[in-house]
């Protein structure tokens, strides 16, 4: 995607090629390649016989065969060390053949990363000293530079990770970094861009949302970010290169200025195109086909025009007549962003995909118009129906202008499932806080379409309360909800939890949950137990680095993906509190919390009922009884991690076992035995007595 205007400029990074060291000359002088980190000085030729260097370079001591190899080499020193006196070496310990060749390539790939461990990159000397290495242990060079390539990627990719998961990943000093640290590291060019590909695009893609989320980008972030993407040659998604470019506009707009519009003119057949009656409105001087300037236009296809200095072009598509717009078949800018899908001298009629660029051609549309009456509506509403025209006064400066209204089947999906969350057994307070959180997202909704600000809307969610309480099923209808009222474009909930988050190795979970989002965005992300990320099973803080990570990871991809991504964390009330308060950006994220008590014994006992009634049995009155007072039972003496309707649902299998059980010696057994339970059949399950 190319921005036009003054966004047309690039930036480029130099990246340095790196060349393979050269052999070695017998008396190993080697002169530097790169200066050394500070503190740590290179090798001459007298240091390869001290103990100290090779006490650096050496010490795996993982077997004694490798021990006996790597003292060798340092009492005798590179130069006075052949392949011949190595492989006796071995030989002594039993090791031949495969497993020699095992064993030296080890050696040489322990050097490489102590190498690497002590000073952070590879210097000349170094470099120098693996080459010479190489050759003194008889290696193969193929698979000596691919354990050398190992290590570096792996050190590489380490160190670069937590530069690109930065806000300023895309800045030319986060880019000088990586290209030093690739010099550093002696990883090439093309390498480096191979190994940061996947990375670099989520950077991009993350941070491209972030800026639609702003709903505003100058134009030199957008040309950085497009310098990024022409440097990794990365993707962007179709739609949102539109939104982007909608952001840049109404950046422009607010400073006052208004964008060069290039628009692409189709014509029906054969029609000539002439700029009639009203082409006293724009300067001729201002419209360019082919870099020359125009008063008449004759066009058989298509020509490209552009709208500047607020002067709107008029375009008939018969000589014959003098009207503003005429049969105009469709005009549309390259981008995507305006779409004139009717055109009159009093209404000029625009559909857009987003109300991004609802709001970006609304704003242009006043600039070069003024008071003209126009019609706003998003493709979504011209499915179904036609925009309405706005009257004249919605189009004043002093007015904001007014987006056709949603379809009402939108309205009819949330109202099925608001009655879909009351016929849930219990959970009144539950039920109020959701209704609550509707109405007002569906006020911020219409004060969006009217033009006011919101401020920033917080969908996120903070779920407290025992097991079986609901939160899963209320977060799924939340979830739909969410797409209902177009805050979500998706309505999945992705169930997760600690194991999915976090991995064993640091470094991979940040990949291990960036996976999890990704399956999660545009819908809602359920973390339960979510306490577990910070701490020990009771949520306290401790040391883990990994679920720290994690945490890091999620709160990132929240920002980046503010309109694509809900995320409701739950668990027990205590150490979900404690989890929030370890992390000031969990605090600040999370602002809304819901309660969910423990089910009273009459509600344990209609969810009883209720599953017993969708399974196909039917309760005895004894059975009733019997499950009554045991549900009360279970209730008075619950704890901390009282089960509820779990408890319920194993209560009701486990019944369901029992009657199985009791009739398994009847050789003639009814229907109405098949599906009654009776009072025997009901126990509590042992872990909650």
Known sequence: MRLGGPMEHYCSVSLPVLARPKSVPNNWIVAEESAAAPGVQPFQVRDVRERSFFARVFGSRTSKAETAVEDLIAQRGLDNVDVVAIDNCLHEYGVRDRAAKAVLLRIWRQTVERFVATDGNLDGAEAAFLERLECVLGLDQAAADNERDSVLSAEFLARARPLLNRSDAITEETRSAISRLATQLRVSPDKQRSLLKPLVQAAFDSTCKYWIGKRRVDCDTANALMS???????????????????????????????????????????????????????????????????????????????????????????????????????????????????????????????????????????????????????????????????????????????????????????????????????????????????????????????????????????????????????????????????????????????????????????????????????????????????????????????????????????????????????GYTVPMQQFLTSNPGLQSRFTRFIDFPDYMPKELLQIFSDLSSRQGYTLADDALQRASDLLEQAYQGRGERFGNARLVRTMFERATVRLSDRLAQDADITREELTTLHADDIELPRESC
């Open 228 to 570: 990024f993407k022409d440097e990794y040659d990365l993707s962007i998604v179709a739609s949102e290169g539109n939104q982007l470019l909608a952001c840049v506009l109404l950046s422009a707009l607010d400073s006052g200025v208004l964008p060069p519009q290039k628009v692409d003119v189709l014509l029906n057949g054969d029609e000539t195109c002439y700029f009639s009656g009203y082409s006293v409105l724009f300067e001729p001087r201002k419209v360019h086909r082919n870099g020359v300037s125009y008063d008449s236009l004759q066009e058989i296809d298509r020509g490209v025009l552009y709208i500047t200095d607020k002067r709107l072009l008029f375009v008939g598509s018969s000589a014959t007549k003098t009207m503003r717009f005429s049969s105009l078949a469709r005009t549309f800018t390259d981008n995507g962003a305006l779409v004139i899908q009717r055109a009159t001298g009093k209404n000029q009629h625009f559909v857009f995909n987003d109300d991004l660029n609802l709001e970006a051609a609304a704003r242009i549309v006043q600039d070069l118009c003024g008071a003209k009456k126009l019609s706003l509506a998003t493709d979504k509403s011209m499915a179904s129906s036609k925009a309405t025209p706005i009257p004249r006064e919605a189009t004043e400066p002093s007015q904001p202008i007014k987006a056709a209204t949603s379809p009402p089947k939108q309205s009819q999906v949330v109202q099925s499932l608001l009655k879909e969350l009351d016929a849930l057994t219990g959970l009144a307070v539950v039920k109020q806080e959701v209704r609550s959180l509707i109405n007002y997202l569906r006020v911020q909704r219409l004060r969006l379409e009217q033009g006011l600000p919101t401020g920033q809307i917080t969908n996120h969610l903070v779920f407290t309360g025992n097991p079986g309480t609901g939160k899963t099923t209320v977060a799924r209808l939340l979830a739909k909800l969410y797409q209902a009222m177009d805050f979500l474009p998706g309505g999945q909930l992705i169930e997760t939890d600690r194991s999915s988050l976090v991995a064993g190795y640091l470094g991979q979970t940040a990949i291990k949950t960036s996976e999890v989002v990704k399956k999660a965005l545009g819908g809602v992300l359920f973390i339960d137990e979510a306490y577990a990320l910070a701490g020990g099973e009771h949520g306290t803080p401790d040391t883990d680095s990994y679920g720290q990570e994690a945490i890091d990871t999620l709160l990132k991809a929240m920002e980046d993906n503010r309109d694509q991504l809900v995320v409701i964390v739950a």
